[in-house]
């Protein structure tokens, strides 16, 4: 078997090597940045290791022999799975090494934003010292936070968060109410937004959540809440959360995730003075990348002695 380690953004790619070297498979390495870069490293592979390359339909018709995609993440949303199901192409993923670090990054934020840290460490550098000098500040302990979206991050989420907030609220379609935690009450998307003081985005991108957090549904926060996402950048309408910031319906937002990245530095998102920003690092520790990274590797390895990798997305044939 020959894997294609399709683009990467760690420093190197010997832990993939030393793991495929070991079950006999022969590793092609390349950075592609399209699909046409894709197909001309991928000739006589029938697997590849994605980080951000797209892979679609033009990738699997030009390049037949490729049978499996295993994405370096536990989202897939680089993949266009639709068209891998039309070519019998298996996907697979990594959807649960770094759910701690998610979460935890997640409250992090959260409590940051609402206890107005960041602002104070502005306020400091700027010679201005003193307990009011960031504005009115709620009680943690009194307030609601809602998350949209209860897989493993959102209920790990729910589960460190609880004993801070008085009341735990969730969305998620995909759960009946029996699978929901004693500690989180089940509601609508339209009830979460009316209710919590603070909202924490844990949903993967797809047709359904692709601008899912837009004017209407910020419009029906109160005054001051917060908003932070740890997903996916293209779940969140950025202009709209602009316009909310600036009108004061959110006193903040933190946003480890955008639709561009990186982004411009002179972007108003960046430069918003009530904006707490980290560079897609929700996922990562030390542990949590070898993690991701080994397991991501690992479904190439059980496909090419089993038929089938570890984590499926998709079924192939």
């Not at 009194?142 to 729910?158: E, H, P, Q």
Request: aromatic letters at 8%; glycine letters at 8%; one cysteine or more.
């Amino acid at each position: 078997m020959r894997v294609l380690i399709t683009d990467y953004d760690f420093p190197d790619v010997e832990l993939e090597r030393s793991l495929y070297e070991k079950a006999g498979i022969e590793v092609v390495v390349a950075q592609c940045r399209n699909e046409q870069d894709v197909i001309a490293a991928a000739e006589g592979c029938q697997g590849l290791l994605v980080q951000y390359a797209p892979i679609n339909d033009r990738v699997f018709a030009a390049r037949p022999e490729i049978r499996i995609v295993s994405r370096l993440g536990a989202g897939f949303d680089t993949v266009n799975t639709a068209d891998a199901r039309k070519h019998g192409v298996w996907v697979a993923n990594s959807p649960d090494y770094g759910v701690g670090e998610v979460a935890s990054h997640a409250l992090a934020m959260t409590l940051a934003l609402v206890r107005h840290v960041v602002l104070y460490d502005r306020d400091i550098k700027a010679g201005n010292w003193h307990y009011s000098s960031s504005g009115r500040l709620n009680r943690v302990s009194d307030m609601t936070l809602g998350i949209v979206g209860l897989g493993r991050i959102g209920k790990r989420m729910a589960y460190i968060a609880r004993n801070s907030f008085a009341r735990v609220i969730a969305f998620d379609p995909y759960l009946i109410d029996g699978d929901f935690p004693a500690y989180v009450e089940p509601v609508d998307l339209v009830t979460l937004f009316r209710q919590a003081d603070t909202v924490s985005l844990h949903v993967p991108l797809n047709g359904e959540t692709t601008g899912l957090v837009n004017a209407a549904l910020l419009d029906l926060m109160k005054p001051g809440s917060f908003l932070v996402n740890t997903a996916r950048g293209g779940v969140v309408n950025i202009d709209d959360v602009l316009t909310a910031l600036d009108t004061g319906k959110l006193d903040g937002a933190a946003l480890d995730v955008l639709p561009v990245e990186p982004p411009a530095t002179n972007s108003r998102i960046v430069q918003h003075p009530r904006v707490l920003v980290s560079p897609h690092a929700a996922f990562y520790s030390v542990v949590a990348g070898a993690e991701l990274r080994r397991k991501a590797a690992q479904n190439l390895i059980d496909w090419a002695r089993n038929g089938r990798p570890s984590y499926v997305v998709v079924e192939g044939s």
